[in-house]
């Protein structure tokens, strides 16, 4: 659809749905009277802006439904977000809200290549977790072959890739690091050994040098895949072009602010991501922020849609970490590691204070190849490694190299970070 008619239709859809939130929700209501502002005040879509914020704190303070627009009767699904930063939420969706969103999955999967004669490994998770129903009702959905398999026993998960022929999986970057690692240990090359071809990765933040390092081993190519519970689930994945995710333009308005006066950025600055959803109705979301930090840009994409395209997340404005008064992102320290050869594909960050400075200590696996016995080789390496980090980051970190294999390994999200300073 040329650019022109989507905002029309966008416009429309916004129209629509503050008219029904004013009206049907009281919520909805009290939060544009608090703010000042009227459906009618809407009169371009630019005016969105006059619309107040939504934070995760609104599911929160309402849990576990009391902002839903729909009533129970019409729910057909709930999900519930683990809750890891405090009280879980619930989203409920509506029969439109499901084909909606398995739409919106189906687009994503067709174009990164996937469709009939493909087999999808969902090793995601299943159940209140969004990752893996949202996807396996994408793929079936445009007649690619679903194997459920959900995380864990992942010995398992090799031998089934194996002997189905699985050409495309959707799980975490660490996780799928995890599976070629134990698929090594079993003799197995997932390049050589398997028809796997694509990864559909996300749910967590993973840095450019991390996909190379991913596509160059396993002999697939990864796709980022973007979402969170509130606005469904998965959601915007990336097309061929691999340059950003697209965010379905029908379904959403995606605006990048200043997290700090809140103004709208352009296209290219880094800034914090705010989504309307614009179509949905047992829990409608506007202007969400939901905390993730990005950029995006308005090229009409080499793929032809039109949809924006967002970029790579750098990570959320509550996983910054600031270190002595400089911020740091655990995505940062992943982009230098992975860039070093010598460095193997897991770390951890550990942040203390020593009086009152503030000290990080990063752990880095290094590769068998490169572990030698002479600790003038280790010592290079490790110089080279805090080097490369405090360039990066523009302030100094601690390095420790650990043996191969001696870091957790994660099944679903990592964890890389812990900052002892909040405990
Ligand atoms: O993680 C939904 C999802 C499932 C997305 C499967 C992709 C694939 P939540 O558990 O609500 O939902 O977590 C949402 O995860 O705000 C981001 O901080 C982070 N996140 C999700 N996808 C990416 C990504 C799912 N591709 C939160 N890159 C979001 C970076 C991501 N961060």
Redesign the pocket.
């Known amino acids: 659809m040329p650019r022109d008619d989507i905002r029309k239709l966008q416009y429309r859809l916004l129209k629509t749905l503050v008219y029904r939130l004013y009206s049907f929700s009281p919520f909805y209501h009290d939060r544009m009277r608090a703010a000042g502002v009227h459906p009618d005040d809407i009169r371009t879509l630019g005016d969105i802006r006059r619309l107040p914020f939504m934070v995760k704190n609104d599911l929160r303070d309402n849990y576990p439904d009391r902002i839903f627009v729909a009533g129970q009767e019409d729910l057909v699904r709930y999900h519930v ?2 809750g890891t930063t405090g009280k879980p ?1 619930v989203v409920g969706y509506t029969q439109n809200d499901l084909n909606n969103w398995t739409a919106s999955l189906a687009r994503g999967l067709s174009s990164c290549g996937l469709g009939r004669g493909d087999v999808l490994q969902v090793s ?1 998770g299943y159940g209140l ?3 893996g129903l ?2 396996h009702y994408g793929a079936e959905r445009i007649g690619t072959t679903v194997l459920p398999t959900s995380v864990g026993n992942t010995e398992r998960q090799i031998e089934l890739m194996q002997d189905l022929h699985t050409t495309a999986i ?1 799980c ?1 970057p660490s996780y799928l690091l995890h599976i070629g690692e134990v698929a090594e240990k079993m003799g197995i090359s997932i390049k050589n050994d398997t028809n796997l071809r694509i990864g ?7 840095s450019e040098t991390m996909k190379t390092r991913i596509e160059e081993w396993l002999g697939i190519k990864a796709y ?8 469904s ?3 915007f994945c990336e097309c061929t072009e691999q340059k950003g ?1 697209h965010v379905w333009a029908d379904l959403a308005y995606v605006e990048i602010l200043d997290p700090g006066s809140g103004e709208q950025l352009p296209p290219g600055e880094q800034g914090e991501m705010v989504i309307t959803m614009l179509q949905k109705e047992a829990l409608p979301m506007i202007r969400f922020r ?3 930090i990005t950029s995006y840009d308005d090229e009409v994409c080499g793929c032809g849609r039109t949809h924006p395209r967002v970029h ?2 750098s ?2 404005v509550d ?1 910054m970490l600031i270190i002595r008064g400089i911020n740091v992102f655990p ?1 940062q320290i992943e982009y230098a590691l992975m860039a070093i050869p010598e460095v193997g594909q897991h770390f951890m960050i550990e942040v203390d204070r020593k009086g009152a400075l503030d000290d990080m200590l990063v752990k880095v696996e290094v590769r068998k190849e490169a572990f030698s016995d002479k600790i003038t080789d280790l010592m290079a390496i490790r110089k080279n490694v805090e080097h490369r980090l405090r360039n990066t980051l523009n302030v100094a970190v601690n390095v420790e190299l650990v043996d191969p294999g001696s870091l957790p390994r994660f099944e679903g ?1 990592a964890k890389r970070v812990i900052d002892r300073r909040k405990i």
Not at 200 to 206: F, K, T
Not at 224 to 231: F, Q, V
């Open positions: 977000s683990s939420t995601y977790f969004t990752g949202g996807l959707a975490t559909i990765l996300g749910a967590e933040p993973w980022n895949i973007y979402g969170t519970s509130e606005l689930g998965p959601m995710f939901i905390g993730d790579r997340i990570g959320r996983d995505s999200k």
